[in-house]
């Protein structure tokens, strides 16, 4: 019945080390979202796609990167993890952007950085 | 500099009396808002949200209250449950710009029985 689904739920690599994380969805949404969330703090927007529009945050480092091959899948690649990038990361999807469609999150990937 | 703030990070109240999380923001663009609802090792879930050309939303239990000359938000919940226990986000956002949700840190709600 899950909706936005992030794979996996907790990742653990080594300083440096390249990680993928994962984002599916089943509402055929145009709009696919990352967030990081540091704990205490609020999700920042890292990267959105509108269809294959990708729209990079003025502040988001280079080291983040991201992939959407089809309507339903979204990657978020990091390509030299450092100490400070351990969080949660949070993927969402919306019909479009706009008040009537709230975004829709998944259970997030919580990561830590050895 | 945040665009968005929840200046308690935690509160503390009993079931069935009313909670009352306030925001404040400090765009004057943002023209939308929203509250979500967290509960732990889940995603947010969308609550209740209120455009700037209102002024109240209820849905159920929920109310938001919004006050545009104070940049100002708050959600009511009455009366508060148990299962409302979560971090609730407030969230804005500028409808026709880049339309990009700003969050701000959460508060922790906890309702005892």
């Known amino acids: 019945d899950a909706m936005v689904i992030q794979n996996p739920r907790y990742q653990v690599t080594q300083f440096g080390k390249p990680v993928t994380l994962s984002c599916s969805q089943t509402?055929?949404?145009?709009?696919m979202y990352w967030y990081q969330q540091k704990s205490s703090q609020a999700p920042k927007l890292l990267f959105h796609?509108?269809?294959?529009?990708?729209?990079n945050e003025a502040d988001t480092p280079d080291n983040f990167q991201s992939r959407r091959p089809n309507t339903s899948f979204c990657f978020l690649d990091i390509r030299s993890p450092g100490l400070g990038d351990a969080a949660m990361y949070l993927c969402?999807?919306?019909?479009?952007?706009?008040?009537?469609?709230?975004?829709?999150f998944g259970d997030g990937t919580r990561l830590s950085i050895l | 500099d945040q665009q968005v703030k929840q200046n308690s990070p935690s509160l503390s109240v009993q079931e069935g009396r009313i909670s009352i999380l306030n925001c404040d923001y400090t765009?004057?663009?943002?023209?939308?808002f929203l509250w979500y609802k967290k509960y732990p090792a889940e995603g947010p879930t969308f609550l209740i949200s209120?455009?700037?050309?209102?002024d109240k939303n209820e849905d159920g239990r929920f109310t938001v209250f919004l006050n545009k000359s104070a940049k100002h938000l708050s959600l009511h919940i009455v009366p508060s449950q148990p299962g409302d226990s979560a971090v609730y986000f407030c969230a804005a956002l500028t409808q026709g710009g880049s339309e990009k949700l700003v969050f701000g840190k959460g508060t922790k709600l906890t309702v005892n029985p």
């Open positions: 969402a999807t919306s019909g479009r952007t706009g008040e009537d469609q709230p975004q829709h």
């Open positions: 209120i455009s700037s050309i209102k």
């Open positions: 509402l055929n949404h145009n709009v």
């Open positions: 765009n004057s663009m943002f023209d939308y």
């Open positions: 796609y509108y269809d294959k529009d990708f729209n």
